[in-house]
């Protein structure tokens, strides 16, 4: 039998007698009495600072803490706020109901998602783009899914990235041992191609100057920035792909609140050999609690020894995943009939509708602002400053969280990104707010 090997724990007190006063309190929780041998993850060691949104999150509670009769209005993480329309929530209130029948119960369901919910997923996004039902991964949500595919691709892929972007392409990609080390003068990690995308380059990439690297992470409308991509813009970055041999992960998380533009970049022709879509319930029906989302990836996208990358997908998410819930797939299909798309779409409008309140506030100030019209965020400029100061400033002076540019990238240190993801009525107070302190 396994004999178990004692331990003294006498260093315990002096250890935590030198734990500093000043560190964190995370921190503190981290140091324990008792080490194992498990050394940590060189390259978790390696991620700067705390998640982007945690931090905001614990700058917001002191705010509080320091403010405790002050109103916060937050147009900081993006999160959803408007309710989910009831033909939408009862749908899996009844199919919640029907598992506690011996008719409904259900148990795991097929990995890849109900056949029924990736045909509509195929049906309503993309139409007349020969995207089938079976390269359709119905998941939980998009962030999971780059975690996977991040998974697919291992640590020896190069990849490059929008400066700024979402957090999760390089965090993922530290985590997987794609990068070196972070610089901090330059605050970017080697081993990544950072793409910048702003104002001067109308939002997109200077390709000819861009490294090659197998994969480049694209997403349109670009979170933090807002901007949407145009078919040009799109066409020259799938020629990019194709003269590269890259692949594109292309982040449509915000496509449905895109009016004029392309919506996929499967839109574009060639791009079913070059790309992968990663997307999103989360903020087409307010599902960021619910858990929804999709990866496609078609057949036709093909490894350097022409094995197809989609057999690779679907064996992580049959390994690593098991299927997304089936409440939560019940609600997607429910999204996707004609009245429950038709009472996602009006709460869509009334994000595009706050933006709009936003950006008006912002120029009315004189200040350059981006985004807001094909998406739920307005990138406002403030030139010379750093968005740290800037966000402080405006926490303190009128109690409204934002989110600081510079935690989407060294491209972002100039511009805050402010969320149309509101109740109306805190948009018009956040608006008035803004006017005073502001003008
Ligand atoms: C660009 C982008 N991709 C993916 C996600 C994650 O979405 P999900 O809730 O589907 O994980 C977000 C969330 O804010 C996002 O902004």
Known sequence: MHKFPTFSLTPCKTMLQTIPSTMKAQDKDRVSCYFTKVGRNANLERLQY???????????????????NAKVISLGIGDTTEPIPEIIASSMANYARSLSTPQGYKGYGAEQGNKDLRKAVAETFYKDMGIKDSEV???DGSQCDISRLQMLFGSNVSIAVQDPSFPAYIDTGVITGQTGDYEKGSGRYQNIAYMECGPE?????????TDRTDIIFFCSPNNPTGHASSREQLEQLVEFAQQNGSIIVYDSAYAVYITDGPR???EIPGARKVAIEVSSFSKIAGFTGVRLGWTVVPKELVYSNGFPVINDFNRIVCTCFNGASNIAQAGGLACLSSDGFKAVLSNVNYYKENAE?????????GLRVYGGVNAPYVWVHFPGSNSWDVFNEILEKTHIITVPGSGFGPGGREFIRVTA????????EASERLRSFLS
Do not use: G, V, W
């Open 50 to 68: 705390n998640y982007l949104f945690p931090e905001i999150s614990e700058r917001e509670l002191r705010h509080i803490k320091k403010y405790p």
């Open 201 to 209: 380059n109308n939002f997109f990439p200077d390709l000819p100057k």
């Open 421 to 428: 993801f509101s109740h109306r009525e805190n948009i018009l």
């Open 137 to 139: 991964f119905i998941s």
């Open 264 to 266: 996929s970049i499967y």
């Open 357 to 365: 309140i936003l950006m008006n506030t912002f120029t009315s100030l």
